[in-house]
């Protein structure tokens, strides 16, 4: 049974930081692109990262770029997404996600994922 599960979330006040994790079990993903999107009140799911399987080559959404760092310890088979001064407007569910082609591009769009987390809610105050 495959599995990707989100933690780090939580509330947070304008200008903090977070640290997501995401741990995935039931195979590895260490060959395999890997990405964070997010959803927010009313508003589609977007990508906030992605990361290739080797992590050389990593894509962000321009609200976060400078901000967020994606990264991944295949050793652990675990993503991460450090968050810095963090905005309200960066208050979502964040949901990690990985691809099923080995060696695959990682993606801006959902259509490129095939394992999706739970999620996990972060809220930022302002």
């Known amino acids: 049974h495959v599995q990707l599960v989100e933690s780090g979330g939580g509330l947070v006040q304008a200008g903090g930081s977070l640290r997501l994790s995401c741990a995935a079990s039931?195979?590895?993903?260490?060959?395999?692109?890997m990405g964070w999107f997010r959803r927010a009140p009313g508003k589609e799911r977007e990508l906030v990262a992605a990361?290739?399987?080797?992590?050389?080559?990593?894509g962000y959404a321009d609200s976060v770029k400078g901000r967020f760092t994606i990264s991944r310890d295949n050793a652990k088979n675990t993503m991460y997404l450090q968050m810095i001064s963090l905005k309200p407007e960066d208050t979502a569910v964040y949901y990690c996600?990985?691809?099923?082609?080995?060696?695959?591009?990682?993606?801006?769009?959902?259509?490129?994922?095939?394992?999706w987390g739970q999620g996990t809610q972060v809220t930022v105050s302002s």
């Open positions: 039931g195979r590895t993903f260490t060959s395999n692109a």
């Open positions: 996600a990985a691809g099923d082609r080995q060696y695959g591009s990682w993606s801006r769009s959902s259509v490129g994922y095939d394992y």
């Open positions: 990361i290739s399987w080797s992590g050389r080559s990593t």
